[in-house]
């Protein structure tokens, strides 16, 4: 068996991965990130990403500075309400229903923004999302519900900025390369992995290890025996090669298990899309609008509230709603006014939609009771309240007498052409994962850290409960790869 050596190995290449390298390189180490998928599938679930961090700033002259792209925003045009590092706390409490990880939540929050700021002097490029996070009020384009920064190019460009950046500085990647298991030193403290790759098994030794391989989303096995019955049949939105692994083993090893294990991130996703996350369409595929509209399964009912909160804290639970409805689909649905807001993902080429001139013939042509469609809809239209309609706040424009209630943006589904997507549940992370101090250690069972192992990233549990932020993912990636880089490269040096 051959081997090689490093002072910090990586597992994973997405952008937790990446950051920790990137942490690591800067202490001095050489520093190998191992990938599981070949070059051309490189990226994990980042690849497929909108590329959205949430942190926080004061207002929209606090995150030009980290801006590359302003299009045709300006603080004379537009308007971006203070987040602060309260707004983002008491959200990872609320959408959790206050089980997030107090420790763990505070790194989180208090690095956001200097951590967006280190990506940045590494070569990720920022914008602002201008197109699908701003509506027009009173003549200014006001930014809305905290998801306010993305990278240019998206996940796709996220990551070939994270590979261009590894590869200028002298970081190793190497792809094809399966974590099979861990390296042991003479006293316990684990000293590399061992890789199963095309030309046989290696061990890449590291004086310290960095998991950042992603969960157990895309193992149909593990999402039925973790999340419950019915699991194994949603999509995957993102990496075929997240199969939970390198996290099992972590497991085996002594480490502990922390956070939500029966919970998901999981979206609305195109009916008709595969199995696994496309490469090309990535996060286009999503189907976020539903907050302007209403929701239905087959039966012709709706079975949420659809706008109880903004999208940006929603969008992440809806996926599991409906995959308990019968079949595991729904429709959304829209008439020419609420189709006025739809995000721009709903117009890309290849979408599957249907649209009438009447409810009756759209459920015909959706499969679904027409007369149960149409009850539905004017049991909806009968409890909408004649308030103002404003997106950019939660309004309260809401309906009454009716179950279940739309709390807010509810308007009457009157006026055609209507026009229904049909979708189904794509699962984007697991939650359940690694328990790890603010250092990124990972932790033993007695809350010691196992030594040489670090984690960051999706395999990570703790922060998340049946719900989240949307862009609090990546930017627990970097927060944390960051400061599992850096626990690394000195744990080597001590070695």
């Given at each position: 068996?051959?081997?090689?050596?490093?002072?910090?190995?990586?597992?994973?290449?997405?952008n937790?991965?990446?950051?920790?390298?990137?942490?690591?390189?800067?202490?001095?180490?050489?520093v190998?990130?191992?990938?599981?998928?070949?070059?051309?599938?490189?990226?994990?679930?980042?690849?497929?990403?909108?590329g959205?961090?949430?942190?926080?700033?004061?207002?929209?002259?606090?995150?030009?500075?980290?801006?590359?792209?302003?299009?045709?925003?300006?603080?004379?045009?537009?308007e971006?309400?203070?987040?602060?590092?309260?707004?983002?706390?008491?959200?990872?409490?609320?959408?959790?229903?206050?089980?997030?990880?107090?420790?763990?939540?505070r790194?989180?929050?208090?690095?956001?923004?200097?951590?967006?700021?280190?990506l940045?002097?590494?070569?990720i490029?920022?914008?602002?999302?201008s197109?699908?996070?701003?509506?027009?009020?009173?003549?200014?384009?006001?930014?809305?519900?905290?998801?306010?920064?993305?990278?240019?190019?998206?996940g796709?460009?996220?990551?070939?900025?994270?590979?261009?950046a590894?590869?200028?500085?002298?970081?190793v990647?190497?792809?094809?390369?399966?974590?099979?298991?861990?390296?042991?030193?003479?006293?316990?403290?684990?000293?590399?992995?061992?890789?199963?790759?095309?030309?046989?098994?290696?061990?890449?030794?590291?004086?310290?290890?960095?998991?950042?391989?992603?969960?157990?989303?895309?193992?149909?096995?593990?999402?039925?025996?973790?999340?419950g019955?019915?699991?194994?049949?949603?999509?995957?939105r993102?990496?075929?090669?997240?199969?939970?692994?390198?996290?099992?083993?972590?497991?085996?090893?002594?480490?502990?298990?922390?956070?939500?294990w029966?919970?998901?991130?999981?979206?609305?996703?195109d009916?008709?899309?595969?199995?696994?996350?496309?490469?090309?369409?990535t996060?286009?595929?999503q189907?976020?609008?539903?907050?302007?509209?209403?929701?239905?399964?087959?039966?012709?009912?709706?079975?949420?509230?659809?706008?109880?909160?903004?999208?940006?804290?929603t969008?992440?639970?809806?996926?599991?709603?409906i995959?308990?409805?019968?079949?595991?689909?729904?429709?959304?649905?829209?008439?020419?006014?609420?189709?006025?807001?739809?995000?721009t993902?709903?117009?890309?080429?290849?979408?599957?939609?249907v649209?009438?001139?009447?409810?009756?013939?759209?459920?015909?042509?959706?499969?679904?009771?027409?007369?149960?469609?149409?009850?539905?809809?004017?049991?909806?239209?009968?409890?909408?309240?004649?308030?103002?309609?404003?997106?950019?706040?939660?309004?309260?424009k809401?309906?009454?007498?009716?179950?279940?209630?739309?709390?807010?943006?509810?308007?009457?589904?009157?006026?055609?052409p209507?026009?229904?997507?049909?979708?189904?549940?794509?699962?984007?992370?697991?939650?359940?994962?690694?328990?790890?101090?603010?250092?990124?250690?990972?932790?033993?069972?007695?809350?010691?850290?196992?030594?040489?192992?670090?984690a960051?990233?999706?395999v990570?549990?703790?922060?998340?409960?049946?719900?989240y932020?949307?862009?609090s993912?990546?930017?627990?990636?970097?927060?944390?790869?960051y400061?599992?880089?850096?626990?690394?490269?000195?744990?080597?040096?001590?070695?």
């Amino acid at each position: 068996m051959t081997s090689e050596s490093y002072d910090v190995v990586v597992v994973g290449a997405g952008n937790a991965a990446f950051s920790a390298a990137h942490a690591a390189r800067e202490e001095g180490s050489t520093v190998c990130v191992l990938e599981k998928a070949p070059e051309a599938e490189l990226g994990g679930n980042s690849y497929f990403t909108l590329g959205s961090f949430r942190t926080t700033y004061d207002g929209l002259a606090d995150v030009m500075c980290i801006v590359d792209d302003p299009g045709d925003v300006s603080t004379d045009t537009h308007e971006l309400p203070s987040y602060t590092k309260d707004d983002f706390a008491a959200d990872m409490r609320r959408v959790t229903k206050g089980r997030t990880d107090e420790q763990l939540t505070r790194v989180l929050v208090e690095n956001s923004f200097t951590t967006l700021q280190w990506l940045h002097r590494h070569g990720i490029k920022f914008k602002l999302q201008s197109d699908n996070q701003v509506f027009e009020v009173n003549g200014k384009k006001r930014f809305w519900g905290g998801g306010t920064i993305a990278v240019v190019g998206g996940g796709i460009g996220l990551i070939e900025q994270h590979l261009s950046a590894a590869k200028n500085s002298g970081i190793v990647v190497k792809t094809e390369h399966r974590m099979v298991g861990f390296q042991q030193g003479p006293t316990g403290e684990v000293s590399g992995v061992v890789c199963q790759t095309p030309s046989g098994q290696k061990v890449i030794e590291g004086k310290s290890v960095v998991l950042a391989s992603g969960g157990f989303e895309a193992d149909a096995r593990l999402r039925a025996t973790y999340l419950g019955p019915g699991w194994e049949t949603a999509r995957v939105r993102g990496s075929r090669y997240n199969t939970g692994e390198a996290l099992m083993a972590a497991l085996d090893y002594g480490a502990q298990s922390f956070g939500n294990w029966s919970g998901a991130h999981a979206v609305a996703w195109d009916k008709n899309a595969g199995v696994f996350g496309n490469r090309v369409l990535t996060n286009k595929l999503q189907r976020h609008s539903y907050p302007f509209g209403i929701m239905v399964n087959t039966d012709g009912r709706r079975f949420i509230d659809e706008a109880s909160d903004f999208r940006n804290y929603t969008y992440a639970m809806v996926g599991a709603a409906i995959l308990r409805q019968p079949g595991g689909v729904a429709f959304q649905i829209f008439d020419k006014q609420g189709s006025g807001m739809l995000r721009t993902d709903y117009g890309h080429e290849g979408i599957t939609r249907v649209t009438a001139d009447s409810i009756k013939d759209l459920a015909e042509k959706m499969e679904v009771d027409p007369d149960a469609l149409c009850a539905t809809i004017d049991e909806f239209n009968a409890g909408v309240q004649e308030t103002p309609f404003d997106p950019t706040v939660l309004d309260g424009k809401r309906t009454v007498g009716v179950n279940p209630p739309k709390s807010n943006w509810a308007r009457k589904i009157i006026e055609p052409p209507f026009i229904a997507f049909p979708t189904v549940c794509a699962i984007t992370f697991t939650y359940g994962g690694l328990r790890v101090d603010t250092d990124a250690r990972v932790l033993d069972q007695r809350d010691q850290p196992v030594p040489g192992l670090h984690a960051a990233g999706e395999v990570v549990g703790g922060l998340f409960y049946e719900n989240y932020p949307g862009g609090s993912g990546l930017m627990s990636g970097a927060v944390f790869g960051y400061r599992a880089g850096k626990s690394a490269a000195a744990y080597s040096k001590s070695r």
